[in-house]
């Protein structure tokens, strides 16, 4: 079983920046696509970025291009999103998945962390 454990979230202005760190532990598989999802007030869960372990392509929601990037660094078996240009509907509970998959509706994450909350203030 996988542990994630997410920080860095907090409160900052529209058009701030902030960096989520999600760090992995227990049995991890390095075929995982690792993500990062999000959770607003009243919505459901929603896709944010993957990245595979291993390296390879990256995949964005159209909301965060150009705005977020997600990368990892595997000798700290940690993943991290980079947020900049912050928008107060980025606002939400940010959670870190491990061995994300694609759905015929987009992604599905398998291990969850607790999450992580980010507000962005107008």
């Known amino acids: 079983q996988v542990q994630l454990v997410e920080s860095g979230g907090g409160l900052v202005q529209a058009g701030g920046s902030l960096r989520l760190s999600c760090v992995a532990s227990?049995?991890?598989?390095?075929?995982?696509?690792m993500g990062w999802f999000r959770q607003a007030p009243g919505k459901e869960r929603e896709f944010v970025a993957t990245i595979p372990w291993r390296g390879g392509i990256t995949y964005y929601a159209d909301f965060v291009k150009g705005r977020f990037t997600i990368s990892r660094d595997n000798a700290k078996n940690t993943v991290y999103l980079q947020m900049n240009s912050l928008k107060p509907e980025d606002t939400g509970v940010y959670y870190c998945?491990?061995?994300?998959?694609?759905?015929?509706?987009?992604?599905?994450?398998?291990?969850w962390g607790q999450g992580t909350q980010v507000t962005v203030s107008s």
């Open positions: 227990g049995r991890i598989s390095r075929s995982y696509v």
């Open positions: 998945a491990a061995d994300a998959t694609r759905t015929s509706s987009g992604w599905a994450g398998g291990s």
